[in-house]
């Protein structure tokens, strides 16, 4: 056998060897475990804030006013008082915060709206003559 033959030869051994005793291909990469949400969190407890008027006459609808909301099992009581109003002196509303921290709830033409995020509060109260923006804690203190 010449140098030539000899060279292709040994080279022929050496890919097959190399092909044998390569590593086998390691098992396909699985994807990362995937996190489920731990599903709703309770927003349960006293949320302390401030109402802020954000339309009607600032004379009879008042500026802005402390705000207190007991929230138990997502839901919650509020009443907004407006004297100025003489045919619905009191809008009530049973609100329920949903999943995903979202509420609303309608007495006749009045509403209330917002959403609940940690231990925050914010939404907006909507009477027949004013409308309120809120914004209020769990951690808050008054």
Same mark, same amino acid.
């Given at each position: 056998?010449?140098?030539?033959?000899?060279?292709?030869?040994?080279?022929?051994?050496? @890919?097959?060897?190399? $092909?044998?005793?390569?590593?086998?291909?390691?098992?396909? @990469?699985?994807?990362?475990?995937?996190?489920?949400?731990?599903?709703?969190?309770?927003?349960?407890?006293?949320?302390?804030? *401030?109402?802020?008027?954000?339309? $009607?006459?600032?004379?009879?609808?008042?500026?802005?006013?402390?705000?207190?909301? +007991?929230? @138990?099992?997502?839901?919650? $009581?509020?009443?907004?008082?407006?004297?100025?109003?003489?045919?619905? +002196?009191?809008?009530?509303?049973?609100?329920?915060?949903?999943?995903?921290?979202?509420?609303?709830?309608?007495? $006749?033409?009045?509403? *209330?709206?917002?959403?609940?995020?940690?231990? +925050?509060?914010?939404?907006?109260?909507?009477?027949?003559?004013?409308?309120? +923006?809120?914004?209020?804690?769990?951690?808050?203190?008054?």
């Amino acid at each position: 056998m010449g140098r030539v033959q000899f060279g292709i030869a040994a080279m022929a051994t050496c @890919v097959a060897a190399a $092909g044998c005793t390569s590593t086998p291909p390691s098992s396909p @990469v699985t994807p990362a475990a995937v996190i489920q949400p731990a599903g709703p969190v309770s927003v349960n407890g006293t949320y302390n804030g *401030i109402t802020q008027l954000v339309q $009607g006459p600032a004379m009879s609808c008042g500026t802005q006013d402390m705000l207190t909301l +007991h929230v @138990v099992d997502n839901t919650f $009581g509020y009443t907004l008082k407006q004297p100025q109003v003489p045919w619905q +002196h009191v809008r009530s509303f049973n609100v329920v915060i949903a999943p995903d921290g979202s509420f609303q709830a309608q007495s $006749g033409t009045a509403y *209330i709206r917002g959403t609940v995020s940690g231990s +925050h509060m914010a939404g907006d109260i909507v009477g027949d003559a004013c409308a309120y +923006h809120f914004e209020a804690d769990s951690s808050g203190t008054f």
